[in-house]
């Protein structure tokens, strides 16, 4: 195991951000290795069994899995050009940048993985930015996230949405300090440098350009940053395993029906209103009892509406993206 080292200067400190979605081109990408191991995490295995089937999701699966094999294979290096920062604006956006991506960068980077694994002939139209062969990755790549990302949507976003919580807290509580040590132990926070567990070891100069921090829901094990270090900095960080929740549709029948009552209605707004509160907090602020709120929330958790996790001594509820939706229509 290597060590990734990003210095920062205060501009890069200042200019630290942190992802409020995942990002859908490195979910996909990522998503791949988690397709092909043999034998995935439990966390992944409902999802890996319903792709296999399912034959229509295998079939949309299927093409964009190919050629992810072969441009991002097992290894230490895949193309920057498949994860482009406009990904961030969505999955239309970054296959726009994709298609966008000049000649000279397409084939500089086919070229790097060549020396690391073998690159098929199909790959040559799409070194020379052949309009065809990029239109051919755009449908792959498109096609793979609608049958094997965009069914989880709501699951990621939910493991997301605790991911920031647990990190708001830290930055909240300890400022950026607080916010590394969160991430530890993959990541080691020794100012001015921030140390990665990485494949390789690596430096990174951000020189005032910020970091973004990404969480992800199919990252395993270690961070992952861009190759090229002149690229926007972002690393890529696995989300926390006690934060991947079950797929929807694992709730208890009816759990919804009692959030109709109004002092559970009162512990989702509480809980929404900021980033996440533990027991005690919506106990103090809604003048109940401990117990009281420890029931409610295991009803709104029940029915999806909020995540749970330990922070310390805490325990720390905060809502998911089905909650919002609930909230917002009422």
Avoid: K
Avoid at 212 to 227: D, G
Avoid at 312 to 322: D, F, K, N
């Amino acid at each position: 195991m290597g060590v990734l080292r990003i210095y920062f200067t205060s501009d890069d400190v200042a200019r630290t951000s942190l992802a409020a979605t995942a990002d859908p081109l490195w979910e996909t990408v990522l998503s791949r290795f988690r397709l092909h191991e043999p034998r995935p995490r439990p966390v992944f295995q409902p999802w890996v069994r319903r792709i296999r089937a399912d034959p229509t999701l295998s079939a949309g699966v299927r093409p964009g899995a190919r050629m992810l094999a072969a441009l991002a294979p097992f290894g230490p290096y895949f193309p920057d050009f498949l994860t482009p920062c406009e990904s961030r604006n969505g999955l239309a956006a970054g296959l726009e940048a994709i298609m966008s991506t000049p000649r000279r960068r397409l084939r500089d980077e086919l070229c790097r993985l060549a020396r690391h694994a073998p690159v098929p002939g199909w790959a040559g139209p799409l070194a020379e930015g052949d309009p065809a062969a990029l239109a051919w990755l755009r449908s792959a790549l498109r096609g793979y996230y609608a049958a094997a990302i965009a069914p989880q949507h709501d699951l990621i976003q939910a493991s997301v949405d605790a991911d920031r919580a647990r990190r708001a807290h830290g930055f909240l509580n300890g400022g950026v300090d607080g916010l590394f040590a969160t991430l530890s132990p993959v990541m080691r926070w020794r100012p001015p440098v921030l140390e990665v567990d990485y494949g390789v070891d690596r430096e990174l100069r951000l020189g005032g350009r910020g970091l973004r921090l990404i969480p992800s829901f199919f990252c395993q094990r270690s961070p992952i940053s861009l190759a090229d270090p002149d690229l926007t900095p972002v690393l890529l960080y696995p989300i926390d395993q006690d934060l991947r929740w079950a797929p929807p549709g694992t709730t208890r029948p009816g759990s919804l029906d009692a959030l109709l009552g109004g002092t559970r209605a009162a512990v989702l707004r509480e809980i929404a209103a900021g980033a996440g509160a533990s027991t005690t907090q919506l106990a103090r602020r809604l003048r109940i009892s401990a117990a009281s709120a420890s029931r409610h929330t295991a009803v709104l958790r029940d029915g999806g509406l909020v995540v749970t996790h330990r922070h310390g001594p805490a325990v720390l509820h905060t809502i998911t993206s089905l909650g919002t939706r609930l909230l917002n229509r009422h």
